[in-house]
């Protein structure tokens, strides 16, 4: 509802205001000129000049000061200012929040946009730039010419042959002219370098047809041109080049290898869980074609920037990630969709990354797949990343495989799909510090059980014994609940029930003496 404050150069103050949008966020209530409402800390105070200040302050005589005999007009240009500011401030607040996004842990995080070393599609984002030494791509123009892309290619491709057709054309027409052959066309009695050939349209048809062996029979050369025929003989020569250099560069470029990559898929994320209780980093990789990959292995890099001790930055620097080298699994029998694992060792660069970790991590794993077409013979390499935040901490990949009536049926719609696995969230490190501790803490707890002798080493006099019943020392006196640490090898151990009691203490039980013990010790006594 819209109220033209010209109209009505005098409202009551009674009158109350119109209500606006949800999103200037404040109902106001009727102004009553002689009591003055309790004010809250959403009640705006709009300065004189209209200039967008307002403040918040919610003291009684601020309140009145800026309040008293405001008229209607006043109240809607507060109303539309702050509803303006409301505005500015969201879309600063939205812009600001851009940058933000939830982490997988509900947390929030910087989302920084990092630029890809190695794209998706396996193309590395990399460019040379004040390359002064230019001459070297022309050294190697057969290589040169392959890489260029198809636009390029087909460019270079339609001007070779143009090039060369125009050129021996040229020649061809200069013959003619200097001989004055193009002087006697209604001679019949004038022998010419080239029987019809009338001009320089004629000459350059001449040369196609030498070039490419057409041969239409209509334009011959004839014997009494002695430079014409060594012209056809240089033209057939580089011709039969130009044919080979250029039919070969489209050939090589139409076969290479890499698209044979582009069958070679490589799973959306990776991700982290645990496989057979260790923490493992792993992805899923694929080939929709029949024909295999021969001799397939796989590696895989960390790409991540640190400084030394020195205080160097290295830039990008390359850390390799075992995917099974040592045992022989990085070699690949990639007849269905197999998933690469890398165990999280005390060698591994994720030792000590935990999932809060890896949400603040920056860094990039390059994965390198490589391996000899079957068709052709030829080494194929397809490349894939990761970025840290498409790593999947807690996921684990779903099973795409089943047994159909006589075969195995791969289904490629969940390639990409994973699904959540109950996961520590701790690190590597602190995992197998926790394990470790376990096993101590049960080792300790069923030896005791057992009665068996925890430390019993060769020069080292420590020997856990518990004891709780009544025992007889060296001097014949008697203790109950003897539990401690014996000193040197024949040394006498005394009673410490006050620091060790019945129960478990530091990972250990107190338990009787065995009858085989009791009897030793009366004996040694």
């Known amino acids: 509802m819209a109220v033209e404050n010209s109209a009505f150069a005098s409202i009551p103050e009674a009158l109350t205001t119109p209500l606006f949008e949800k999103e200037a966020g404040i109902e106001e209530k009727e102004d009553e000129p002689e009591t003055m409402p309790s004010f809250t800390t959403e009640s705006v105070c709009l300065s004189g000049s209209l200039e967008g200040v307002f403040t918040t302050d919610t003291t009684d005589i601020f309140q009145k000061s800026c309040n008293n005999n405001r008229s209607l007009q006043s109240k809607l240009a507060a109303k539309e200012a702050e509803a303006a500011a409301r505005s500015q401030r969201k879309k ?79 020649i061809w027409w200069l013959i003619a002219y200097c001989r004055g052959d193009l002087e006697h066309l209604e001679d019949e009695t004038w022998t010419p370098c080239v029987n019809n050939v009338n001009g320089f349209v004629s000459a350059f048809l001449f040369s196609i047809e030498t070039e490419t062996t057409i041969g239409y029979g209509h334009r011959v050369i004839t014997d009494q041109c002695p430079e014409g025929t060594v012209l056809l003989l240089l033209q057939a020569i580089l011709g039969s080049m130009v044919n080979a250099f250029m039919v070969g560069c489209m050939f090589v470029k139409i076969s290479q290898p890499n698209k044979r990559a ?31 990959i021969v001799g397939a292995n796989i590696r895989a890099k960390l790409i991540k920037s ?68 079957e068709a052709t013979g030829m080494t194929c390499q397809a490349r894939s990343s990761y970025l840290a935040e498409e790593v999947l901490w807690g996921h684990r990949f779903t099973p795409m495989m089943s047994l159909a009536d006589g075969f195995f049926d791969v289904d490629y719609s969940a390639f990409h799909q994973t699904f959540e696995v109950d996961t520590p969230s701790c690190s590597a490190r602190e995992l197998s510090l926790a394990a470790a501790r376990l096993e101590a803490h049960l080792y300790w707890s069923i030896s005791s059980q057992l009665d068996e002798p925890k430390w019993d080493r060769p020069g080292i006099g420590l020997n856990l014994i518990g004891f ?22 024949g040394t006498k151990t005394k009673e410490r029930k006050e620091e060790f009691g019945q129960d478990e203490r530091n990972g250990s039980l107190t338990t009787e003496p065995s009858e085989s013990e009791t009897l030793g010790m009366e004996n040694k006594n």
């Not at 010419?145 to 042959?161: G, I, K, P, T």
């Not at 709780?468 to 109950?480: E, F, H, L, V």
């Open 92 to 170: 600063a607040g939205q812009g600001t929040s851009s940058g933000w996004d939830k982490g997988r842990c509900g947390l929030g995080r910087v989302k920084r946009r990092r630029q890809r070393y190695v794209e998706k599609n396996g193309r590395c984002n990399v460019q040379h730039g004040n390359v002064r030494e230019t001459y070297r791509y022309l050294t190697d123009i057969f290589t040169t010419l392959v890489d260029l892309n198809w636009r390029c290619s087909l460019f270079v491709f339609v001007m070779a042959y143009a090039v060369t057709w125009l050129f021996f054309g040229a």
């Open 262 to 292: 582009e069958t070679l898929v490589f799973s959306r994320n990776a991700v982290i869980s645990l496989r057979d209780d260790k923490l493992c980093l792993m992805f899923r990789v694929g080939d929709l074609r029949s024909s295999h």
């Open 306 to 373: 640190k400084q030394t001790q020195e205080g160097e930055f290295i830039p990008l620097d390359q850390t390799d990630i075992s995917v099974g080298f040592e045992t022989g699994d990085d070699r690949l029998f990639l007849v269905s969709p197999l998933v690469i694992s890398h165990e999280i060792d005390p060698r591994s660069p994720f030792w000590d990354v935990s999932q809060a970790q890896l949400e603040k991590d920056d860094f990039e794993i390059v994965v390198i797949l490589e391996g000899m077409v």
């Open 468 to 489: 709780s019943g009544t025992n007889s020392s060296a001097n014949g006196k008697k203790g109950t609940g003897l539990t401690g640490l014996s000193g040197l090898p």
